[in-house]
């Protein structure tokens, strides 16, 4: 039986949690290939927020599974994690500074277009990779307050449905409360209706800035 346990995110771990955002990218299923590179999504919604808050990531491991592979890492094969900034009005400014320009230098332009045409076209991916205010933009002002931390969870479907994802965010909520982050808040793809009724299920609720075409969630660190 496979053992699996939550642990800190490592640096060493940056890879296999770009191959698992871009795995679970498109409305929670697979995104390789969609656009012209599969780092595009992880450059975007996973390793900014590795980068600028390492410790408010975790994520889980397989420890005794096969350790080769793009998911594979020190201590096994890491098949999804959660991560997080605990203010997020702070963080588009970091990003404006130190992500922006590496981006865009690595992306000047939409690359070709592959056959999966998404309705998230890749140069409106590159635009909101481009555009950190966009985090902010989104928000009423009392929403930065009670909910100034946001996050992103994925896991690979092989380890969803064992309560993991429950776990995660329980394990963030944690973190951000010990350090008087008072609520924390998240949107997904409105098509993703089985992520939608995963967050109803852990008490997430709606904010006033959400929509039906732009959802946003919130829940207390308490």
């Not at 994520?59 to 201590?75: E, F, I, N």
């Not at 690979?156 to 350090?179: F, K, N, S, Y």
Request: proline content about 8%; some cysteine.
């Amino acid at each position: 039986m496979t053992e699996t346990m939550i642990r800190p995110y490592r640096t060493s771990d940056r890879h296999a949690v770009a191959e698992v955002c871009v795995r679970t990218a498109a409305g929670g299923s697979d995104a390789r290939g969609v656009y012209s590179d599969d780092l595009l999504m992880p450059e975007v919604y996973a390793l900014p927020y590795v980068d600028h808050a390492p410790d408010l990531a975790f994520v889980v491991v397989q420890q005794d599974a096969d350790p080769s592979g793009p998911l594979a890492v020190d201590d096994g094969r890491l098949v999804g994690y959660v991560i997080a900034v605990a203010d997020t009005a702070e963080f588009a400014t970091w990003w404006e500074r130190e992500w922006t320009p590496g981006f865009v230098a690595r992306h000047p332009v939409a690359g070709p277009a592959t056959a999966a045409d998404p309705s998230y076209s890749e140069d409106a991916l590159l635009k909101d990779g481009r555009d950190p205010q966009r985090m902010v933009r989104g928000l009423q002002g009392g929403e930065l307050e009670t909910h100034p931390a946001h996050l992103h969870i994925d896991l690979v479907p092989e380890a969803q449905g064992q309560g993991l994802g429950r776990r995660l965010v329980d394990t963030l909520r944690a973190a951000l409360a010990a350090r008087g982050v008072p609520g924390v808040h998240l949107g997904y793809d409105p098509a993703n209706t089985r992520a939608r009724a995963f967050y109803d299920r852990l008490g997430f609720v709606e904010l006033a800035s959400h929509t039906p075409t732009r959802p946003l969630l919130g829940i207390t660190t308490g």
